[in-house]
């Protein structure tokens, strides 16, 4: 078995476990959502707003268009794709550089190959740890997102993982800071764009499956619009001297999931498999 297949699988498990278990949460009606002249969800209609005018970015959401698995089965880089035309390259869950190629560093260059060639056994998301930021907003299963005035929650179901960002004029922490797995989160309003810098990661962070690295000195800015109701989009701009050679800007779409809750996951609960991980790569 190839070792790309540990979290796939890991995730296509549990969903289905989930779904064919007892039940968990009754259908819970998603309140606001606008309708079509037949009565039906109108996933293109009007972005709702919160009391003071901004976009309403609360509600769950799933990956769209960003799953591309590996090339014949295996773990690689391409072939790339042209990008949409006006907007940046669209990122997938296996390699942000589906669409184009990443400006490595040579240091970043053999670190993602190599973890490429030792078919990604060393992910933190087959070891039940936190993923990488374009890991999470990529992940099969959803997230989801709590808006306030001061304060963004995005609580990832893959992992329990949970993001805070500020948006009460706090300051980033300097280079002194702890290093987080996802950093430390301030945001601020742009129009309708919420604008996301994050700073203070630590060394060993995985953007994608494939392993394209993130170092301490790395910088994460996001940004997030949603042009209607059903629709998130996040274009993410990586920095980070050590494994890139310059800024580059790639874009995650995300779409709405409507009358439904996050699962409880605990992916440590009764994990047995990491010890054949090796075995399984040969």
């Known amino acids: 078995m190839k070792a790309w297949l540990f979290g796939a699988l890991a995730t296509a498990l549990v969903v289905f476990w989930a779904g064919s278990a007892a039940a968990q949460w009754a259908p819970h009606p998603t309140p606001g959502v606008p309708l079509t002249p037949d009565g039906e969800p109108d996933l293109e209609g009007p972005t709702p707003t ?11 959401w799933e990956a769209r268009g960003g799953r591309r698995g590996p090339v014949d089965g295996q773990l690689g880089r391409g072939p790339n794709v042209d990008p949409p035309e006006g907007s940046p390259p669209v990122a997938h869950f296996f ?14 260059d053999a670190t993602t190959q190599e973890r490429i060639d030792d078919m990604a056994r060393g992910n933190p998301d087959g070891y039940c740890l936190p993923m990488g930021h374009m890991h999470y907003h990529l992940h099969p299963q959803p997230r989801k ?14 992992n329990s993982g949970l993001r805070q960002i500020f948006l009460d004029g706090r300051e980033l922490p300097g280079s002194d800071a702890l290093p987080w797995w996802f950093g430390y989160s301030v945001g601020r309003w742009d129009g309708d764009t919420l604008v996301v810098e994050t700073t203070g990661f630590r060394d060993d962070v995985w953007l994608d499956y ?3 690295p993130l170092t301490s000195s790395g910088k994460i800015t996001e940004r997030f619009r949603r042009p209607n109701f059903g629709t998130l989009e996040i274009d993410v701009t990586i920095e980070d001297p050590m494994a890139y ?3 580059f800007t790639v874009r995650v779409n995300q779409r709405i999931l409507l009358d439904t809750s996050l699962i409880e996951f605990v992916c440590i609960e009764n994990e047995v498999s990491s010890q054949y991980y090796y075995d399984a790569a040969q």
């Open 50 to 60: 919160t009391t003071d005018g901004r976009p309403d970015l609360s509600g769950i």
């Open 95 to 108: 390699d942000i550089g589906a669409q184009f190629d990443p400006p490595y560093t040579e240091w970043g």
């Open 145 to 158: 997102i709590v808006q306030t005035p001061e304060l963004v929650l995005i609580i990832n179901e893959a």
């Open 210 to 212: 494939n392993g394209s």
């Open 245 to 247: 050679t310059e800024p």
